[in-house]
């Protein structure tokens, strides 16, 4: 089992630049899922890592401007955010599977409270 505890998340100007964090508690070595919720619309992948591995995937909308990484000493998971846009708006959710790390939500067998990122322009 793991806990996790996402924070980062503030309001921001177009242009500007985040970091959101996920710290985990318990076990520690589950890949890792950054999700994304707008109001109105459903839950939408962004970004994933495996605790065992640096392997990354991105989706298309965020690729080249968000970066996620670990740091195995601090237990965490980041999410840089880049050259943020209005449509980048939303609550922000990391997430945890005891298998593969895919981009399906319902993979994801434990989520964190979320942080809410909002960019104006």
């Known amino acids: 089992q793991v806990q996790l505890v996402e924070s980062g998340g503030g309001l921001v100007q177009a242009g500007d630049s985040l970091r959101l964090s996920c710290v985990a508690s318990g076990r520690t070595f589950y890949p890792i899922g950054w999700f994304r919720q707008a109001p109105g619309k459903e839950r939408e992948f962004v970004a994933n890592?495996?605790?065992?591995?640096?392997?990354?995937d991105y989706a298309d909308s965020v690729m080249g401007r968000f970066i996620i990484s670990r740091d195995n000493t601090k237990n965490t998971v980041y999410l840089w955010m880049n050259s943020l846009k209005p449509e980048d708006t939303a609550i922000y959710s990391c997430a945890a599977t005891d298998r593969t790390a895919t981009r399906q939500a319902d993979a994801y067998n434990y989520w964190g409270q979320g942080t809410q990122v909002t960019v104006s322009s």
């Open positions: 890592i495996g605790w065992g591995g640096s392997s990354t």
